[in-house]
């Protein structure tokens, strides 16, 4: 454990601050759904929806050519084009009007979407590699902390900007000044110029082979099984993440005025759960961990269509940012676990692919479910059944008998070497 290892965690969770952005899009959303006077462009539940569903899905897509990026040239460049993508497209968003909504697509679906990947993807596997294996998740959970915290002040932010400057502004100031605190926080993430730590067999301190290639992870049943239940992890809290601004207005038949702030609460308990997550699954197991997530999630779920005021409002978005930020801690962090840290960012890439299935599916189904029948009450039940078969999934998957260590002891190498 180095100074050095923490100047790229807590870089990396700088980065992830930003990128998180992403996260804030409920309050955008809702005031895309507003009328002209005021200061909407009338759009559709669907349509407010179709950018933050574009970018989920380049999001997703992105962290595979990301993470063999990173792993081939290092994280520093790959993070420094993240963060410029994230801006551009911020500001090529700016330009959106009432009747047209290409420049949201393009700037926020494609160009952020595109960024959010490229910088995620660089941040977690630099940090981890820095730390010995029983600090995996812990690590993970404060580079990814900064990801779900984000709305904590992006939300309010936000709702200060919509309400002085307009939507358009409301991209462009953000834009800019992203693109010059991401870049300058990108150089600080960088890679050990060589492995500080690895695993020996406790018997005969033979070194063992942990770390495989994605084709050789997509190989085990055990990915497949993963791989269904982050989707329906990521289906279940992007639905509610995606619409929390609108799900209370409507919910509250107009009463709460403040939707904003449930969006920066869910945030908090959204880093916490990604922090409190990765220490929980340090002790107990990332699978144990993720079957309790999964049950809060189900539950929570079930009664969210009967959360009508404030209190409710504050039980539900703790719950479901708790939980969700939890899956995102306990996946690359299993990952890493089963198929090791050498290629990590690579198969990670291949694993994050459901979140973007379920990010796609999760918030179109949320809102076209709203604009056909006015409530969410369906999608609720749907994400809970997922959430319970994701639970029920857990006792099925174990680790893949090739990589499986009974007994390790992990050993620091005699001397660190500096970095590029």
Request: net charge positive; aromatic share 14%.
């Amino acid at each position: 454990m180095t100074k050095k290892g923490w100047i790229v965690t807590f870089s990396g969770m700088g980065l992830n601050l930003a990128l998180g952005v992403l996260y804030a899009w409920s309050v955008f959303g809702k005031q895309f759904t507003e009328s002209i006077q005021n200061g909407g462009f009338e759009w559709t539940k669907t349509q407010a929806s179709l950018p933050y569903t574009i970018a989920i899905a380049f999001f997703a897509l992105m962290m595979i050519p990301a993470g063999r990026l990173q792993d081939k040239i290092g994280p520093r460049l790959v993070a420094t084009l993240g963060a410029l993508f994230t801006g551009i497209g911020l500001i090529i968003t700016s330009f959106a009007t009432p009747g047209n909504i290409m420049p949201a697509i393009i700037g926020f679906g494609v160009f952020a979407g595109t960024g959010f990947g490229l910088g995620y993807a660089a941040a977690t596997p630099a940090a981890v590699k820095w730390f010995p294996p029983e600090k995996k998740g812990l690590i993970t959970g404060i580079v990814v902390s900064g990801f779900g915290l984000a709305p904590v002040y992006i939300a309010p932010l936000s709702k200060y900007l919509l309400s002085n400057y307009g939507i358009n502004k409301s991209f462009l100031i953000p834009g800019i000044s992203f693109s010059l605190i991401t870049t300058l926080l990108c150089q600080f993430i960088k890679n050990p110029d060589k492995t500080l730590f690895v695993a020996k067999n406790s018997n005969n301190g033979s070194t063992l082979k942990i770390d495989f290639n994605w084709k050789e992870m997509i190989k085990t049943p055990t990915f497949y099984l993963l791989w269904l239940e982050y989707a329906f992890a990521a289906t279940a809290g992007l639905m509610i993440i995606g619409h929390l601004a609108k799900i209370v207005a409507v919910q509250s038949n107009n009463t709460i005025k403040i939707g904003f702030m449930f969006v920066a609460l869910l945030a908090i308990f959204n880093a916490l759960g990604r922090i409190a997550a990765g220490v929980i699954s340090d002790k107990i197991g990332r699978i144990k961990t993720l079957f309790l997530v999964c049950m809060s999630q189900a539950i929570v779920m079930f009664f969210f269509s009967n959360f009508n005021s404030i209190a409710t409002f504050i039980v539900g978005s703790a719950i479901v940012g708790f939980s969700y930020g939890a899956c995102l801690s306990i996946f690359p962090s299993t990952t890493a676990d089963f198929w090791g840290t050498k290629n990590s960012g690579m198969n990670y890439g291949i694993m994050f692919t459901a979140w973007g299935v379920g990010g796609v599916f999760g918030p179109l189904l949320a809102g076209k479910i709203a604009d056909i029948s006015g409530s969410y009450n369906s999608a609720y039940l749907i994400s809970s059944a997922l959430m319970i078969l994701a639970g029920a999934m857990t006792f099925l998957t174990k680790a893949p008998k090739k990589v499986y260590i009974t007994t390790v002891e992990t050993v620091k190498l005699a001397r660190e070497p500096q970095i590029n």
